[in-house]
């Protein structure tokens, strides 16, 4: 595969697949067609939870432990397990990885280029190049004075006080919210991982903490790393984030990519054209995709086998950027994601077949749900098996369906 004047070109298509396939295929590419704890008899249970290769983000009130829950992992197991690591890292939300991976996560989130790095902080650029800064470098020096202050767990608002204080004024915005001036927010948190800062799991609001062991020197690599091509900074090929993409929400477009990364388009096409023979050229209901080469795109997950899952809002099967695939239903679509409240997405075997909400009140659980469809008697079978499990999850009682 190679770019001819900003154009992906590729050798012809060698493989088919349904969207029904690609449903299929990614719902079982991330361990969702496990059964119940099906991980649990394993002390490392965290190395065989595929969605760690991308990050599992930590957004609502079960977050990452119940999507780790969903794909196997012990039911009571959190993500202050010791082996587990929480991050600002992509888009600047909260993500869990392995915690002896940390290190090749954090090169394998250094920008692609400096016009990288600049979409990824968003507004926090303009003021930056207007003052003749390059985004790279306020990255590290942002992150020098975090790693200065972090010398016990910090607070986000004593850290965001005295890092105002730190730096110039190109750095720093008026926050209406707050009302109070202090550095814009994305750059705070790109910066934290290259600082070697973690978040301590379960802390509102936000406490930083050094990351043990941390690398020696990472900050001073950082500009360097930056203009090294993405193939050689040594980044383990299953923590790359265009190959994790592809394994885990292909097959994918370039777009795609780039969307869930906030990174320019043309960046993850010059990537996708280095991978060259990794990729394959997939043809989904006439339109041009690409997966992994080793990926078995004549596999469909497993076919049809009734597995029903409870998944919430912010979980990576619906963070797939190509939305349109994954729910045709316009409407459908904006009942799965509105611009606030979302709601979880009832799938079976990799489709979405519906939304729910939980509705807890004094150690009950019962679940709101709304069908897109009528359900046959086993679905809703399984619809309330997940719920109960979701509620032993929490610790509570499952009162059943809420009205």
Not at 388 to 394: M, V, Y
Request: glycine share 8%.
């Amino acid at each position: 595969m190679s770019v001819v004047g900003g154009t992906l070109t590729h050798v012809p298509r060698v493989a088919t697949m349904t969207r029904t396939e690609v449903l299929r295929r990614r719902f079982a590419a991330q361990g969702l067609h496990r059964g119940a704890d099906a991980l649990a008899p394993r002390a490392d249970w965290w190395a065989s939870v595929p969605v760690l290769d991308l990050g599992v983000q930590d957004t609502g009130p079960d977050g990452a432990a119940w999507a780790l829950a969903l794909r196997g992992a012990p039911l009571g197991a959190r993500t202050s397990t010791p082996e587990l690591a929480l991050a600002w890292t992509v888009r600047g939300a909260p993500h869990v990885y392995r915690r002896a991976e940390l290190p090749d996560v954090a090169r394998a989130l250094v920008p692609l280029s400096e016009s990288d790095a600049r979409k990824r902080v968003a507004d926090a650029s303009k003021p930056l190049r207007e003052a003749g800064i390059d985004v790279t470098d306020a990255l590290v020096e942002i992150g020098r004075h975090m790693r200065r202050i972090v010398t016990a767990p910090t607070v986000k608002g004593e850290m965001s006080t005295r890092l105002t204080a730190a730096v110039s004024e190109p750095y720093l915005r008026w926050c209406t919210a707050c009302r109070a001036t202090h550095l814009y927010e994305l750059p705070f948190r790109l910066a934290a991982l290259h600082a070697g800062l973690e978040l301590e799991p379960g802390t509102s609001p936000p406490v930083l903490g050094r990351v043990p062991s941390w690398p020696a020197g990472h900050l001073d690599r950082f500009a360097e790393t930056v203009r090294t091509p993405p193939a050689e900074r040594g980044v383990p090929d299953h923590l790359d984030l265009v190959r994790a993409y592809l394994r885990l929400l292909g097959p994918a477009r370039p777009a795609d990519v780039a969307a869930y990364l906030d990174a320019p388009a043309a960046d993850v096409r010059r990537r996708w054209a280095e991978l060259g023979d990794e990729l394959v050229e997939v043809d989904v209901e006439g339109e041009r995709r690409w997966a992994a080469a080793d990926a078995d795109t004549d596999a469909d997950g497993g076919g049809s086998s009734g597995v029903v899952r409870l998944l919430g809002p912010f979980d990576l099967l619906l963070q797939a950027k190509d939305r349109e695939l994954l729910v045709p239903n316009q409407a459908a679509r904006k009942e799965l994601w509105p611009v606030l409240g979302r709601p979880g997405a009832v799938v079976l075997d990799g489709e979405v077949v519906g939304t729910w909400r939980p509705r807890a009140s004094g150690g009950r659980l019962r679940v709101e749900v709304r069908a897109w469809a009528p359900w046959t008697p086993a679905v809703e079978q399984a619809v309330d098996t997940e719920a109960e499990r979701l509620a032993a999850f929490r610790g509570v009682t499952y009162a059943g369906r809420a009205s």
